[in-house]
């Protein structure tokens, strides 16, 4: 078995709303590319990707959630296992902001306790939510905040390793 082999798969869910650039957030960090008419995520996908945090190397198993309402019934048996959790809204679409308190309960129905982290996304489009708004959500419920934009890569390597460091923690954040 090679070392890459032995690496320890730790399973991180990207979550939010459809539309919101989770896939496209996804491609960025696997490939580097970013493609600007993506197909609806169907159910779930999911991508396993190293990482490096500090000196040690993780296989982080991303699953790209579905976030059309359509799929809300079968969508929380993905979440089982889940060592942490990307909770994605869309800078130009104040409703995907509102909607993530709803997110973050169906996750954290199916897992307790889960460390979670609040991803803004497409800030390289004009924003249509307060400034400082998301932050101060993801502060309201204990959560760090990063901004990203998968059109230019902004943010998307920290987003993936912040995901990555909160997935190797212990124990999840009670």
Known sequence: MSDKERLPV??????????VGKTSLIRRYATGKFE???????GVDFQTEVVRLGEREVKLSIWD???QEQFGSFRQSF????R???LVYDVTRPETLDNLAKWR??????VPGVNMLVV?????????????????WAKSVRL????????????????FEGLGWLAIKKEPAE
């Open 144 to 159: 760090p905040h990063i901004h990203t934009s998968a059109a230019n890569g902004d943010g998307v390597s920290k987003f």
């Open 36 to 42: 600007e008419s993506r197909v609806m995520t169907i």
């Open 79 to 82: 979440y089982r296992g889940a």
């Open 10 to 19: 730790l399973k991180i869910v990207v979550a939010g709303d459809g539309a």
């Open 84 to 86: 942490s959790v990307g």
């Open 65 to 67: 959630v579905a976030g």
């Open 105 to 110: 309960e169906e996750i954290l129905a199916i």
């Open 120 to 136: 803004g996304n497409k800030i390289d489009l004009p924003a249509k939510i307060e400034a400082g708004k998301g932050e101060k």
